[in-house]
């Protein structure tokens, strides 16, 4: 996103990843209101619907047997007010569609970033490993958007904070039937945390379990892993044996850290390798694009005249501060105190204050929407 919105800003990108495709493991489909505004502001959003996505504009949680209404998101000041439901590969091949419009944009594929380059400790570009040999790209900016395990931040040395987390999650597709409900669902009941994420065909599904327990599970055999979901979600009884490989289920083991600092000279981190978070409330994938609009901004202008200096850089984290660490800290209450809480508990769940609160008053509902689907300090596309 970050090479897209520099390129049309005339700057010289080069983008290099390192998987011949973007069609890998599940990461997350979620287009967010404020992405999708975005969008509208890049005008490519007429564009972006036609592609084949999902729309929702609900989210609900159950406790125990009884539905609440968490999340709606039809209040939003967007111009969609719904979260869109798209294969990240999908995504990415868009963006990467719509960048190749500009001559300015290069992208290549199956090129791994193994080390900085670096001129008196200033970064000077990346070697990459291809599939053709060593390849060098000196720029005046090296971005590293390499995600929660970055080559690049630990290359550069940078300080991560570890902010912990209590649980790991367990992703795998179960066949959806036309018969099914239809919304998007979290299930919560007696130590076991379930989320099902509705596309279309199949069901995405997210079994959170506590943080290293994933050997214990697997042990006890994909029978008794099959039935505890099937505990909380009966209707899957049916088709939950075309689960029949633990290679079918991703672990995911959940990360939420920062980077103290973002940057060095020569080069800022954005998106997860800046500041990995917690799946709760889904929001990675916008605050990595924010990350990218707010650089584009701040620094496009500044790459055109070929000056950009550490201030600059320094000016980029201290716009993203704000939204990262109140979204980690807002995650990490909720961690501890209801995820850790369900994962510890025998009990059957009875729903808890703030969701009766959501359930008696529904305009509480258009909150968690806000901080789902627009989060903290929404940026928006400056004019070129
Ligand atoms: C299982 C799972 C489910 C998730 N679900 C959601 C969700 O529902 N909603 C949501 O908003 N977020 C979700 N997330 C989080 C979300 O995927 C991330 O927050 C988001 O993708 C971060 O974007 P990014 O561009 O910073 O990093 P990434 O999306 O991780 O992209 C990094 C890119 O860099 C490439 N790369 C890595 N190392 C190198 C290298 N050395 N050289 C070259 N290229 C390299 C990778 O191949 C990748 O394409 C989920 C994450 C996981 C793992």
Redesign the pocket.
């Known amino acids: 996103m970050l090479g897209f919105l520099l390129a049309r800003q005339g700057v010289d990108v080069f983008v290099?990843?390192?998987?011949a495709d973007?069609l890998?493991?599940?990461?997350?489909?979620?287009i967010?209101p404020s992405t999708l505004e975005i969008m509208h502001e890049l005008g490519i959003l007429d564009e972006f619907l036609k592609r084949p996505h999902q729309q929702v504009r609900e989210l609900a949680g159950k406790v125990g047997s009884e539905t609440v209404t968490i999340a709606d998101f039809t209040h939003l000041p967007t111009r969609c007010h719904f979260l869109a439901l798209m294969p990240?590969w999908d995504f990415?091949n868009f963006i990467t569609e719509q960048a190749s419009h500009y001559s300015t944009f290069h992208l290549q594929m199956q090129?791994?970033?193994?080390d900085l380059i670096e001129v008196s400790g200033t970064v000077a570009g990346v070697r990459?490993k291809t599939p053709n040999g060593v390849l060098e790209i000196r720029a005046p900016l090296t971005v590293g958007?390499?995600?929660?395990?970055?080559?690049?931040r630990e290359r550069a040395g940078l300080e991560v904070i570890d902010l912990g987390a209590p649980m790991d999650?367990m992703?795998m597709r179960i066949a959806r039937h036309s018969t099914d409900p239809a919304q998007t669902l979290g299930h919560f009941d007696r130590g076991r945390i379930l989320f099902l994420?509705n596309r279309e065909d199949y069901w995405q599904c997210?079994f959170v379990i506590p943080k290293g327990t994933a050997d214990e599970i697997r042990q006890r055999g994909l029978g008794a892993f099959q039935q505890e979901i099937v505990a909380l979600e009966p209707f899957l009884q049916d088709r939950i044996e075309e689960l029949r490989d633990w290679k079918e289920v991703?672990l995911?083991t959940v990360r939420v850290d920062r980077l103290a600092r973002w940057f060095r000279p020569g080069l800022l981190c954005?998106?997860?390798?800046a500041h990995?978070?917690s799946?709760i409330g889904?929001?990675?994938?916008?605050?990595?694009i924010q990350?990218a609009v707010a650089a584009a901004n701040v620094l496009g202008p500044k790459l055109r005249q070929n000056n950009v200096t550490e201030s600059d850089l320094q000016a980029v984290q201290q716009r993203r501060t704000f939204p990262t660490r109140a979204t980690q800290r807002l995650q990490i209450v909720i961690q501890n105190n209801v995820i850790r809480r369900i994962l510890s508990s025998a009990e059957s769940l009875s729903v808890p204050w703030p969701l009766k609160l959501l359930r008696r008053w529904p305009i509480l509902r258009r909150i968690p929407a806000r901080v789902i689907g627009l989060g903290f300090r929404p940026e928006h596309v400056k004019p070129r």
């Open positions: 290099i990843e390192k998987h973007f890998r493991d599940f990461r997350g489909d979620t967010h990240q990415l090129a791994e970033v193994t990459a958007a390499d995600g929660r395990h970055s080559v690049v999650v992703w994420i997210a991703s995911l954005i998106g997860d390798a990995a978070m799946p889904g929001v990675g994938i916008n605050l990595a990350d």
